[in-house]
């Protein structure tokens, strides 16, 4: 199916490693120019080069911190005229409300949620002015399935969805789309640490994660192509009917009870 993103230009945050990596990918294999932002310029420019000569697309790269003003003042710069903006940088750490500290919390909040708040606001100006854009919010979805255990994202995760779905409700009769997309337990770096701490607590060995990931649907986590497909045709004109919807990709964990039932029992 062609996306019709040949030649748009799309600007992804955190998009060095994990689903960031997976979006810039699927949207460059669809012939999309990128401008790819996040801390590490490194493993940015490695990506770089490797979508260039894999696809043949024009590939900027912007190493910066979006928690800070400094840094969505420079990206948002940069990147005045991009069709699709994906705003995907943030990491929230686990732990209760009496677990993850001040500090912690709003330093994370700092890139995640007012990150995410800043570029948008930026963005959507010139996308207003043009009539014509796309946002996707990558979400996650500690916003459906509520988390002791996970406070700050929860939350941090809650006031992204009301982001999405307020300006989304609006925009597409200013003719910009605005979308959520909430991936559950994908197979990222930072879930496989997650996992390993579990396992080194629940079965006194960290290398025997993949045996946690049996409660999960299909007994493993999602793989970060399979969250990419799904924002690239959201990104694209193929869902153009699409304005504040959020959408879930996890393979219906948070749909499930616990302990999961099994499959074909009443």
Same mark, same amino acid.
């Given at each position: 199916m062609d996306l019709y993103l040949r030649n748009k230009h799309a600007l992804v945050t955190g998009a060095s490693q994990g689903i960031g990596m997976a979006? *810039? ?30 696809? *043949? ?20 710069? *940069? ?24 500090a912690a919390w709003r330093q994370s909040w700092e890139l995640k949620v007012f990150g995410y708040l800043n570029l948008t606001r930026a963005l959507y ?105 799904? *924002? ?32 074909g029992t009443n």
């Amino acid at each position: 199916m062609d996306l019709y993103l040949r030649n748009k230009h799309a600007l992804v945050t955190g998009a060095s490693q994990g689903i960031g990596m997976a979006i *810039a990918s699927a949207l460059a294999a669809e012939g999309c120019h990128l401008h790819l932002a996040a801390r590490t310029p490194q493993t940015l420019q490695a990506l770089a080069d490797r979508l260039r000569r894999e696809h *043949a697309v024009q590939v900027h790269t912007h190493a910066a911190d979006l928690a800070t003003p400094a840094g969505i003042e420079a990206v948002s710069a *940069a990147c005045q005229d991009v069709d699709i903006l994906v705003n995907n940088a943030g990491a929230i750490p686990r732990g209760s409300i009496l677990e993850v500290d001040d500090a912690a919390w709003r330093q994370s909040w700092e890139l995640k949620v007012f990150g995410y708040l800043n570029l948008t606001r930026a963005l959507y100006a010139r996308m207003v002015e043009r009539r014509a854009g796309v946002i996707l919010n990558i979400i996650g979805i500690g916003a459906e399935r509520l988390d002791y255990g996970y406070a700050a994202g929860s939350m941090g995760n809650a006031a992204l969805v009301a982001l999405t779905r307020t300006i989304g409700g609006v925009s597409l009769d200013l003719g910009v789309r605005v979308l959520g997309l909430s991936p559950g337990w994908v197979e990222t770096e930072k879930a496989k640490r997650t996992m390993r701490r579990r396992a080194a607590t629940l079965l006194g060995d960290e290398n025997r994660w993949p045996e946690m990931a049996k409660e999960f649907p299909r007994g493993k986590l999602i793989d970060p192509q399979e969250v990419a497909d799904v *924002a690239a045709f959201l990104c694209s004109p193929r869902a153009g009917g699409m304005s504040g919807h959020i959408v879930t990709v996890d393979a219906g964990f948070a749909s499930r009870g616990y302990p999961p039932p099994q499959a074909g029992t009443n």
